[in-house]
């Protein structure tokens, strides 16, 4: 195990590369302020990072990652477009797995700009690529954009799309929806009861609790609604399933999501910003020819990444987490700029784990 | 030096588990009067029994202070990461059942499912602006298995007693605690998911792994287990 020192050596070389491409070099507090943190990524959060408080700036979280600084630290006083890299601890819960380091170097690089979305996304992923050369890694790809225009073109209801939408990240709770909205899955019993009923407060009892009986009939409503929307026709479904299981080289998925986007005519745009990143990448000196890339890929583990997702993991050690991974997260920008938006790309290192895999030792 | 034997300090859950033991021979008693936390064992030769809370049995067990532990399953899989690793189930013994449930006002004539609770929870966020409230103890238990069901727009808050209480109260929306019968949820117009519970729990005999036992321990572990049949 390489020691800390050594690791830091790395971390300072690998920002110094980021610098050279024309980063700036910033730095951000290690207490995070666990409101915004909980607002954005709700109550799992807790379980990967660690909370702290004081009685004056009460509950505080320490940075599991560096991305929500950096993003503040922009919307707050930076120039546009900007470079910014990073080096620095950030620290996460282990509960399931001890194996799992607890608190980590990562060196990031990320990219402020408007304008030629596709060409940020390949200069990330080629710089991050170029630091890594010669490591045994692979390399993985996804574009989340992809499903998220495949949802917003669906001939349904605006509420069916929204709570879609909801659970990009979440594919259980996604898949368990598109079942209901396609008729393939059985309404429950106590849902139809309820829309059945000539009174469905018979059995309310006492209002309790801040959710008011207002409340309640606006869901009966939104749900009477939903019963009267004709379903996903399964052309529909079939063809999300087959986004979803898009899985090979970048030039054949390219190809395949073409001839799905000629009877989804929704996703040809998203499909065309993939055309065109691949392109720069090739430009970049990519292989293109040998990237892998899966339509599903990010789903689980990248919550507001909404475009390019990538992930480079140690061929012969499943078992180790990503030594980098990065992508597009131009819904977190939005998110915190209460809508205002500005597209934000890119990726981080982790110079342990690089080390690791270079020393043949693990 | 002795094996320890950790054992629920008072209620049903001490009596109980002092009859599954006479049952197998084995005699367990609160020692001197009723106040003190020591214990006797008679029937097995070297063990010694520890009185403490059922809650901080699965702390002990981790920790290698006692080698042998009741309590409940819930407790043990909240308390203790990683706990298959940690502590193995020898036997459970058939009483203390208790189901860990989500639970939401009878008043919410449209929240059964889970897939319900998150619509309503999407719906109260947008509506009062904070995330919905559940007020429980179990953090861990409960956060997984509303990630693992994919409900989203919630937060726990904390609640170590009369969480049936907290939505009256208003200070939480739902709950999620433990019962056996469900009685004082209905007293308290609350109403149980219909998915099933969270976990079933039971109360359960432990032994710690890979503890570092001496010859007389071992002896008198083997010698434990023989007289209980595992």
């Keep these: ?362 | 030096m002795t094996l320890k034997l950790g054992v629920p300090s008072k209620g049903r859950l001490m009596e109980k588990t002092f009859e599954w033991f006479a049952a197998r021979g084995i005699v367990l008693s609160r020692s001197g009067s009723d106040r003190e936390y020591a214990g006797l064992v008679e029937g097995v030769d070297g063990i010694e029994l520890v009185l403490l809370s059922a809650g901080e049995i699965p702390r002990e067990l981790a920790a290698g202070r006692i080698h042998l532990g009741v309590t409940g399953t819930d407790l043990i899989r909240e308390k203790l990461g990683q706990w298959e690793q940690r502590v193995e189930e020898l036997a459970p013994l058939g009483f203390g059942f208790a189901d860990l449930i989500v639970a939401v006002p009878q008043a919410w004539v449209d929240v059964d499912t889970l897939d319900d609770l998150d619509a309503a929870a999407a719906a109260f966020r947008t509506q009062h602006g904070f995330r919905m409230r559940i007020a429980t103890k179990y953090h861990r238990l409960v956060r997984d298995y509303l990630r693992d069901h994919g409900v989203a727009d919630y937060q726990l808050v904390d609640s170590q007693g009369a969480t049936e209480g907290t939505v009256k109260n208003e200070t939480a929306e739902a709950v999620a605690d433990i019962t056996s019968t469900g009685d004082t949820l209905r007293a308290n117009h609350l109403k149980i998911l219909s998915d099933g519970p969270v976990l079933r729990s039971e109360a359960t005999l432990f032994r710690a792994r890979n503890p570092d036992l001496d010859e007389a321990e071992r002896e008198a572990m083997t010698s434990l287990l023989h007289h209980l049949q595992l």
């Design chain 1, 1 to 362: 195990m390489p020691n800390r020192l050594a690791k830091r050596a790395e971390a300072a070389r690998v920002r110094a590369l980021f610098e050279v491409a024309g980063a700036q070099v910033i730095d951000t507090p290690v207490l995070q302020d666990a409101e915004t943190l909980l607002d954005l990524y709700g109550e799992d959060i807790r379980a990967r990072a660690y909370v702290t408080s004081d009685a004056l700036k009460g509950e505080q979280m320490l940075r599991p990652d560096f991305t929500l600084p950096v993003v503040q630290m922009h919307m707050a006083h930076g120039a546009e477009p900007a470079r910014y890299t990073y080096a620095g601890e950030v620290f996460r819960r282990q509960e399931d797995d001890s194996n799992r380091a607890s608190e980590y170097l990562q060196v990031g690089y990320e990219v402020f700009e408007r304008g030629a979305p596709e060409e940020a996304e390949a200069e990330v992923f080629a710089l991050i690529s170029s630091v890594l050369r010669g490591l045994p890694l692979r390399a993985a790809t996804g574009d989340i954009g992809i499903l998220m225009a495949a949802v917003e073109g669906l001939q349904t209801t605006e509420a069916r799309k929204a709570a879609l939408l909801r659970h990009i990240w979440r594919p259980r709770r996604f898949r368990a929806l598109i079942e209901r909205y396609s008729g393939r899955a059985d309404v429950p019993a106590s849902r139809a009861a309820l829309l059945a009923a000539d009174d469905p407060f018979a059995e309310a009892g006492p209002n309790i609790g801040l959710r008011s009986k207002a409340e309640v009939e606006t869901r009966i409503n939104t749900l009477r609604e939903d019963a009267k929307a004709a379903p996903l026709s399964d052309n529909e479904v079939q063809l999300m399933d087959a986004i979803l299981s898009v899985s090979e080289a970048l030039p054949h998925a390219l190809e395949h999501l073409r001839d799905i986007a000629v009877d989804m005519p929704s996703i040809a745009a998203a499909v065309e910003r993939l055309g065109r990143r691949a392109a720069a990448l090739q430009a970049r000196g990519v292989d293109v020819a040998n990237l892998q890339f899966e339509a599903s890929y990010g789903r689980a583990s990248m919550e507001y990444y909404d475009g390019f997702v990538f992930g480079f993991y140690a061929q012969e050690r499943a078992d180790l987490p990503p030594v980098a991974s990065g992508g597009r997260y131009d819904a977190l920008t939005r998110q915190l700029g209460n809508g205002e938006e500005i597209p934000a790309v890119g990726g981080v290192v982790r110079p342990g784990l690089m080390m690791m895999l270079k020393g043949g030792t693990a």
